[in-house]
């Protein structure tokens, strides 16, 4: 009788610890959700700064760096460009990052549009949400090339240039917009800064090198001159013999190719794939592991 007591306090005792495991943990995924966005709808004002690092894998001042650069391009292109760094997260990580950007008003200041990039540790994922000028901006094809630009900093642990790389993409697919076109499939983007000073400094060394280069020649050449005592040796002893030449123009031929028309057509166009978050509103996404 009392062993069967016994087995009976047991099986108690271990069916109210699964029970507070699982409300503990209830509470911390309710926990979770509160910290990071405070309602079911989307408001009207922005919750949250352009970079939260709930992770905290960043310090306070490669945060305070990358919170003015993200704010100054957004403001430029009046299109948010935010980061969100977490622990873990819960459900589908598409979802989870749409349901951050819609109910934390990431894009209100400009009409809903806006670009953000989670990141989370627990299971090393990342994940894109756009929305308005941000899913035309950012297409398919465009957030690969980011991405495949972030990853080395990303696998490496360097979080910081992998974000100011994030921020540097961003910046110029939203310049190619703000100028009529999206990066996408067969477009080239447009020259940076960078670009222009490596392409002005090869110019100058190509120019240089075509400059030394024949007088370098002609400088061999003219070693084998010496000076001579009198000009017996350049005189001609048939004396001078004068010719007429006469050059008459007859007739001209010209041949003329058509040149290829440009059709506006730069190799096809892979667009952005939309879908609906739980706010109803049009994302554009993707996600993948580092």
Known sequence: MRKTNTKHRIKYLMSLAFASFFLLAGSTVSMAYEELWDYDYVPSERQKPLVYDTADLLSDSEETDLLAYFESISSMHQ?????????????????????????????????????????????????????????SAFTDYGKEEMTEAMLPYLSDGNYYEALRTYGFYADNYLQMWDEGLAYDVGVKPPKTSKDLMVGAIGSVIVGLLLAIIPILVMKAKLNTVHMNASAAGYQSHKGINMTMHTDSFR?????????PKDTGSRGGSGGTTLHTSSSGHSHGGGHGHF
């Open 79 to 135: 299109c948010n460009v935010a980061v969100l760094t977490v622990d873990s997260y819960y459900g589908d990580i598409q979802a989870f990052t749409d349901d951050y950007f819609d109910y934390n008003g990431m894009g209100a200041e400009y009409g809903d549009s806006g670009i953000l990039f989670m990141i989370s540790m627990d299971d090393r994922e990342f994940c894109y949400c756009t929305d308005g000028i941000g899913n």
């Open 251 to 259: 007739t001209t031929r010209v041949t003329k190719t058509p040149r």
